[in-house]
């Protein structure tokens, strides 16, 4: 497997720090995310940066149920 982008960690055979975000992903019943619209990417993209700034490498969204949803990279 050859690392690709911005996963220094697997480049250097580590493993991943990642943490549970505090904002949780947009339902799909609120916003249709086959919509592709900016505005859905923003709560991975405040919590990507709040999780870099701890030390992490990536933030864990969770839905309102407390399930796991997605990392974004």
Do not use: N, Q
Request: aromatic share 6%; net charge positive; hydrophobic share 40%.
């Amino acid at each position: 497997m050859v690392p690709m982008g911005r996963k220094k960690w697997l480049a250097e055979g580590k493993k991943m720090r990642a943490t549970i975000a505090k904002l949780h992903r947009i339902p799909g019943s609120a916003f249709p995310t086959r919509l592709k619209c900016i505005g859905a990417y923003v709560p991975g993209y405040i919590e990507t940066r709040r999780a870099k700034a701890a030390g992490f490498d990536v933030p864990l969204l969770m839905t309102a149920e407390g399930h796991g949803s997605e990392a974004p990279t």
